[in-house]
């Protein structure tokens, strides 16, 4: 025997972490897997109403969201790709230049932290140092 | 414990406010981010909110006389805290490689949830799409674009503050909604799942019953039909003699005992029409009388033989869907491969 609102309270805990991340978050990528986070919350509620009831329509009606979610990230996948390809970067911050009009731009005033690259693993007497890349640390962006 | 923090509301409340600052703690900011602080408020308003649930709906897992079921409730909330704390773990990471691990195992303990659900069909779909197909899909979009050092998507957050009590807040909401909306009194029916008790027997004059509902619909002849009808009215009366009854302590049996209640009209149409000798009447009442036969089978077999009766439901009931959600999955094909193949386009 199961009690339901203990299912339905996860449910509504995972869709409101999906919701704040894919508010707050800049990373197109990370905005999405949010977005999935969200959709396996209504998952949950979908199969616990499904159980309560003692019927299979939860499972279907859930089997249904699986696809539509797959057909998301599949198309989510490409927009990504041509997206980086434009901008060369995956900040939803970049595109702020099609905001609506009258809604101000935001401006970033903290500057990031510096990089700090990890140390070259220690090598045994015979080897050489390789190279580190150089790096190149973006500058905020500016509307 | 004192009595301000006894009440429900004040539980919630405070669990908002310290997970919405806590949230907002953690997410990534160049400046004011504290680990440890966002961990522990974190930590205190789940465990607040873990109180809520027990203290107003008691354990999540309960064996059939009413008692506690230990092991049962031990696996849900190893699979709801793994499915939150994983959850948080994908909102705040600032890797997003490490966001997509953290995602992919938040689908592994919601699967565990699934399978408590008696849903191992969709448990198995949910890892192989999910964790098999879709994280593995971001990974390699992650690979491609190789982000070095601290960066503006990664290391900046719009609106931390807000997004989180957003969010929170919603939560919150969700929850004080259950709270309100199940009743006080909790003597135990509206708000646990009925556990499926069928006997050997019962399930066999159901099968008996639809078998005979299925013949009698499949012919013509009024008398042939008359006699299967007759048939499924003795297996039933089988049923409705040895079925548990309504006022059981169980909740379980109680639902089974409703549904099987609930033929009783049906099978009193089915006798009047039969005595009238009406063939369209009988068709009529056979038909509603297969309907509900139909979801008695599926609740007995509910978790026992998921993938046969899952699969029959989809190719009946929800055909137009199925065919529509084919459909839909070769436009999104046909979509992802116009959009991304772009190639000299994208640059003109």
Redesign the interface.
């Given at each position: 025997?199961?009690?339901?609102?203990?299912?339905?309270?996860?449910g509504?805990?995972?869709?409101?972490?999906?919701?704040?991340?894919f508010?707050?978050?800049?990373?197109?990528?990370?905005m999405?897997?949010?977005a999935?986070?969200m959709l396996?919350g209504v998952?949950?509620n979908l199969?616990?109403f499904?159980?309560?009831h003692?019927?299979?329509?939860g499972?279907?009606f859930?089997?249904?969201i699986?696809?539509?979610?797959?057909?998301?990230?599949?198309?989510a996948?490409?927009?990504?790709?041509?997206l980086?390809?434009?901008g060369k970067?995956?900040?939803?911050?970049?595109w702020q230049a099609v905001r609506e009009a009258g809604v101000s731009a935001?401006l970033?005033t903290?500057?990031?932290?510096?990089?700090v690259?990890d140390e070259s693993p220690t090598l045994p007497v015979a080897g050489r140092i390789p190279e580190q890349?150089e790096?190149t640390?973006?500058e905020?962006?500016r509307a | 414990m004192p009595p301000i923090l006894a009440n429900p509301l004040t539980q919630l409340a405070l669990a908002v406010v310290l997970g919405a600052l806590g949230?907002a703690l953690l997410?990534p900011?160049?400046?004011v981010r504290s680990v440890a602080g966002g961990t522990f408020l974190l930590v205190a308003a789940f465990g607040i909110?873990g109180t809520f649930?027990v203290l107003?709906?008691?354990?999540?897992?309960?064996?059939?006389d009413g008692t506690n079921?230990a092991l049962?409730s031990v696996i849900?909330w190893v699979f709801?805290l793994g499915?939150?704390l994983f959850?948080?773990q994908?909102?705040v990471?600032r890797n997003?490689a490490r966001?997509?691990i953290a995602?992919a195992f938040?689908?592994l303990s919601?699967c565990g949830?699934?399978l408590?659900?008696?849903?191992p069909?969709?448990m198995a779909?949910?890892i192989v799409?999910?964790a098999g197909?879709?994280i593995v899909?971001?990974l390699f979009?992650?690979m491609?674009?190789n982000?070095?050092?601290?960066?503006?998507?990664?290391?900046?957050?719009?609106?931390?503050l807000?997004?989180?009590l957003?969010?929170?807040g919603?939560?919150g909401l969700?929850?004080f909604a259950?709270h309100q909306g199940?009743a006080p009194s909790n003597d135990g029916f509206d708000?646990?799942?009925?556990?499926?008790v069928v006997s050997n027997a019962d399930r066999t004059a159901i099968e008996v019953a639809y078998g005979h509902v299925e013949a009698a619909l499949a012919i013509e002849d009024a008398a042939a039909m008359q006699q299967h009808a007759d048939e499924a009215q003795q297996a039933l009366a089988v049923l409705l003699e040895s079925s548990p009854s309504i006022s059981s302590n169980d909740?379980?049996a109680k639902?089974q005992a409703e549904?099987i209640a609930s033929l009783k009209p049906l099978l009193r149409k089915l006798s009047d029409a039969s005595l009238e000798n009406k063939p369209e009447a009988l068709r009529e009442s056979l038909v509603s009388l297969r309907e509900s036969l139909s979801?008695l089978r599926?609740?007995a077999e509910?978790p026992a033989r998921?993938v046969a009766?899952?699969g029959y439901?989809?190719y009946s009931?929800?055909l137009l869907?199925v065919e529509m959600?084919g459909t839909?999955?070769l436009?999104?094909?046909i979509?992802?491969?116009a959009?991304?193949a772009?190639r000299k386009e994208?640059?003109a």
């Open positions: 025997m199961i009690s339901l609102p203990h299912f339905l309270a996860i509504a805990i995972l869709f409101g972490l999906g919701l704040i991340g508010l707050s978050r800049r990373n197109f990528i990370t999405f897997l949010c999935e986070l396996q998952v949950l199969l616990a499904g159980r309560y003692g019927s299979l329509h499972q279907a859930g089997l249904f699986i696809t539509v979610a797959a057909c998301e990230a599949g198309l996948m490409a927009l990504f790709l041509v980086y390809k434009r970067s995956l900040d939803s911050g970049d935001t970033e903290e500057a990031l932290p510096a990089y690259p890349p790096v640390v973006q905020p962006f | 949230v997410l900011k160049p400046r909110l649930l107003r709906f008691g354990q999540p897992m309960l064996m059939r079921s049962g849900f709801a499915s939150v959850g948080v994908v909102v990471q997003p966001g997509a995602f938040v689908i919601t949830l699934f408590l659900l008696a849903a069909f969709l779909a949910t799409v999910y197909a879709i899909t971001f979009v992650l491609l674009s982000v070095r050092g601290p960066s503006d998507e990664n290391d900046r957050t719009r609106e931390p807000l997004g989180s957003a969010g929170f919603f939560i969700l929850l259950l199940t708000s646990e799942l009925p556990s499926v909740p379980g639902v549904r979801l599926g609740v509910l998921n009766n899952l439901l989809l009931e929800y869907a959600a839909l999955l436009v999104a094909t979509g992802a491969v959009i991304a772009r994208a640059t």
